[in-house]
């Protein structure tokens, strides 16, 4: 039992130390914004998770979330001069409220007509801002977007010359959010969530108020999906309501979390950070090619992992992680690949 | 004396404009075992989910404990102690026994209890604590009813509803569903039971209510249905 603990602490300290070096040794900015990409997308995933994956619930309209985060905070920024560290709680805020007026309606769907109002909504709010120049004193910059004021180097609103900060910016949410995972899912709200994911009426008749444990949820992927939005925004410099909001930022959150491992805690995370990896790659190197050849491909690698790995890429991790820590009990093994992966 | 523990009266309910339930007037007094019993498309199925919560009522009273309850969500209903083990079991077929356990006392009032509940469910079901660290698919049927039963009981429910509980199972093993109905009757608890398996319903309960197509045909005690000609014509093959 000890050597499995000292075992499992080891991992974690080697990757919190890979993740605290890579900037030592990956000085190219392109290379590390590729690396910091691919942490946010490991980030906004595993917030997509923390509701729809723990719960069971397909909600392909996520960018909702980022994009009122960003333009919120954007906005304060803007037009008011309030540091984004200080607005990204506003548009986590926002967002929170979002999720629940949403919720409240949609929770009742079962199924694919959640799964379709979720795609509604995303798809109304990007017209919706598209539409939208401004919004009382805020300038909102409709189609052509908006552009994030330029400070120079200003740590204290959320903007750096060189792209370190941003990398460690970024490890830090993903720690924070695969902790949280992690907290969610051995708290009673975590057995709730799976119990209605895998039968909501079951859970219902022993008192399980579900339209709440859904709610509260809810509102916590949405609070992290904002902030990984004001991220974004911050990075980026530039929010173009497609980008933000659209089917693209929605959809590839739910195409990262469901190939690495959805409702698990570190299935997003390991997603996350290899297909987007790859399809960094192959952008870099079929790009030019043929036109949208490097989506093809990528598209190919989603089909084929949901076809033959369709628990996620953690299942195949799992494996070697328990035979790493020399665990062999096949009961045991089937419950952690589904409840508590990579703990 | 006798206590009424729930009354319904005049209750209508359904499926948006397909009325199941109609009219539909019945009691059950504290302590008893009374059986709903009907064939197919009856409405058991529905009257037992309106009860619970699950299908709002359209008019109509329900009455549990003095209190009107037909307007409120089925968690309040479960919290006050009408306790519903559903049609086919439904346990959470990626969890223990023990966790399966433990989901059903989700409620305030019952986790302060939990420790007792448990060593109380597994006195009467000493299947589950065999079974405790196995996960609910790997049961076999009769023990998934089981743990249905069980986990039922860690809500502390004040009545057990139970619908179709020998569904799928083997005459051996029904009979056993049955006895452990009747010793959780015994420990206090008000048992509603719906079935098709008429024969072994009646003769566990006190009384009886005969459902045809959504209104009560015929109420009484399990010993006049049980007797009574249609009946037996219709419900028991003699």
Not at chain 2, 203 to 217: D, F, H, P, T
Not at chain 2, 220 to 229: L, M, R, T, V, W
């Amino acid at each position: 039992m000890d050597a499995v603990k000292t075992k499992k602490i080891s991992l974690i300290v080697l990757f919190l130390v890979i993740g605290f070096i890579i900037p030592q040794f990956v000085t190219k900015p392109y290379y590390l914004h590729v690396i910091t990409m691919c942490l946010l997308w490991a980030y906004l995933a595993s917030s997509w998770n923390l509701f729809c994956g723990f719960a069971g619930q397909l909600s392909l309209g996520h960018g909702v979330f980022t994009a009122v985060g960003a333009y919120v905070a954007v906005m304060l920024f803007n037009d008011y001069n309030i540091s984004p560290w200080i607005g990204m709680f506003a548009g986590a805020g926002a967002a929170v409220l979002l999720s629940i007026l949403i919720g409240y309606p949609t929770f009742k769907l079962r199924g694919a007509y959640y799964a379709l109002a979720t795609v509604a909504i995303g798809s109304g709010v990007v017209v919706l801002i598209e539409n939208t120049q401004a919004l009382g004193p805020f300038r909102v910059g409709g189609a052509e977007g908006l552009i994030v004021k330029l400070m120079g180097n200003a740590p204290a609103f959320f903007q750096f010359m060189s792209k370190q900060p941003y990398y460690y910016i970024a490890l830090v949410m993903l720690i924070i959010v695969v902790l949280f995972a992690f907290w969610l899912k051995n708290s009673r709200l975590g057995y709730y969530l799976s119990a209605l994911k895998e039968d909501p009426e079951a859970a219902e008749a022993l008192g399980i108020n579900v339209r709440n444990a859904k709610l509260v949820a809810a509102a916590y992927s949405a609070f992290f999906t904002a902030i990984g939005g004001v991220y974004y925004a911050m990075l980026i410099r530039y929010l173009e309501p497609n980008a933000i909001a659209g089917p693209m930022m929605s959809n590839e959150m739910v195409f990262l979390a469901v190939v690495g491992g959805s409702g698990t805690v570190l299935g997003p995370v390991v997603g996350g950070i290899t297909l987007h990896a790859i399809s960094e790659v192959i952008q870099f190197y079929f790009g030019d090619l043929a036109q949208g050849l490097h989506l093809f491909i990528y598209g190919l690698i989603v089909v084929f992992m949901i076809m033959f790995k369709p628990q996620g890429i953690i299942e195949i991790l799992q494996k070697y992680y328990n035979r790493f820590l020399g665990i062999t009990d096949r009961g045991e093994d089937e419950k952690s690949v589904k409840r508590t992966a990579g703990s | 004396m006798i206590m009424k523990l729930l009354t319904i009266k005049n209750l209508n309910s359904g499926y948006g404009d397909i009325k199941v339930i109609k009219n539909v007037s019945l009691e059950i007094n504290t302590g008893e075992i009374v059986s709903i019993v009907g064939a197919n498309g009856a409405g058991k199925t529905t009257l037992l989910k309106t009860i619970s919560g699950v299908i709002p009522a359209e008019s109509g009273e329900i009455v549990f404990d003095g209190k009107r309850i037909e307007h409120l969500p089925p968690h309040m209903i479960t919290d006050l102690g009408i306790i519903q083990v559903p049609e086919g079991r439904r346990i959470f077929p990626m969890f223990t026994v023990y966790e399966n356990l433990l989901i059903g006392s989700v409620l305030p009032r019952t986790i302060k209890e939990r420790k007792n509940n448990l060593e109380r469910v597994f006195e009467l079901l000493p299947r589950l604590a065999e079974r405790k660290t196995q996960v609910g698919s790997t049961l076999s049927g009769g023990e998934q009813q089981m743990l249905a039963i069980g986990r039922a009981l860690m809500g502390m429910p004040r009545i057990l509803m139970l619908d179709e509980p020998s569904l799928g199972l083997s005459p051996k093993l029904v009979s056993t569903v049955f006895e452990i109905i009747s010793k959780i009757n015994s420990q206090g608890i008000t048992v509603v039971l719906v079935e098709q398996n008429v024969k072994q319903a009646l003769k566990l309960s006190q009384r009886a209510y005969v459902l045809e197509n959504g209104m009560i045909a015929l109420e009484g005690s399990a010993e006049k249905i049980i007797n009574d000609p249609q009946v037996k014509k219709a419900y028991l093959g003699l």
